[in-house]
């Protein structure tokens, strides 16, 4: 990528983070372009689709959850460990408004650029789990994609409910408590 070329990559992202951040997943791509300071042709030639952006702008995040989600592996309470898991990807799910319907509308979809972003902290979440359900401490019929299911849509819940801050950890709490053996 020639070097202008990659300081407008930059700043669309820059850009794509704090206008998603405000205004949610659903932000103008246009005020994204206009904030970056190049034209929507160029935002196009870099992301040819929302999912794709949206996809560049949460790979940080990704490593992140993904990093941790290796740290918890080591831990000796694999409950406790793929709890703390699910903890930390509702609060990534609820960073931006609408991010939580993305996701799991690309569960469904293998052809959506954000499925780059659900493969990997599938895998994750299914070490963590197998961890778990080995331990004896969760149920034999939980699965991955269910509990992945579960932690956005209590992001949804709770990005339809701002005002009540403790809503996200209530609806988990009572979920993990149906997975338990």
């Not at 870099?46 to 989600?69: C, D, G, I, K, M």
């Not at 080591?74 to 699910?86: F, Q």
């Not at 799910?93 to 799991?104: D, K, P, Q, V």
């Not at 956005?152 to 819940?157: K, T």
């Amino acid at each position: 990528m020639r070097a202008d070329a990659r300081r407008n990559h930059e700043r669309l992202l820059t850009e794509a983070r704090r206008t998603f951040a405000a205004q949610g997943a659903d932000a103008s791509l246009e005020e994204i372009a206009r904030r970056a300071g190049v034209g929507i042709g160029t935002l196009y030639r870099h992301f040819p689709t929302r999912a794709e952006l949206l996809n560049a702008v949460f790979q940080e995040a990704l490593a992140e959850l993904l990093s941790r989600s290796r740290e918890l592996t080591e831990t000796e309470e694999p409950c406790r460990a793929l709890v703390e898991w699910l903890r930390a990807l509702v609060a990534h799910a609820g960073e931006y408004r609408g991010l939580a319907h993305a996701l799991m509308s690309a569960s469904y979809d293998r052809s959506s650029a954000l499925t780059g972003c659900s493969e990997p902290l599938r895998a994750a979440g299914e070490r963590l789990l197998g961890r778990a359900r080995e331990a004896g401490q969760v149920r034999a019929d939980v699965s991955i994609g269910d509990l992945l299911q579960l932690t956005n849509a209590i992001a949804l819940a709770a990005e339809q409910c701002p005002e009540d801050d403790g809503l996200a950890d209530r609806l988990l709490a009572l979920t993990l408590r149906g997975i338990k053996d």
